[in-house]
């Protein structure tokens, strides 16, 4: 079951390292300052935490806009999904 809502921006773990275009990054940091965060990112739940794997660019833009919570499809899973997701 996947449901949509906000999650602090600093409980959600990014664990895999991804290089952002920082104009892509900018050009949402521009939108979501306008209009907001119109399309949420994907998170996994694990264990009550947050994993995040994609929604790097939207992800940043609301960071780097001083965003404390950030709109979130949120899909619970067991640690072996967490796992696949890290090989």
Known sequence: MVRVQEIPINQIRRPLFRQNDQAKVAALMDSIAEVGLQEPIDVLEVDGQY??????HRYEAC?????????????????????????
């Open 51 to 56: 994993y995040g794997f994609s929604g790097c």
């Open 63 to 87: 960071s780097r806009l001083g965003h404390e919570m950030i709109l979130c499809r949120v899909r619970r899973a067991p640690r072996s999904i967490l796992q696949n997701h890290l090989a």
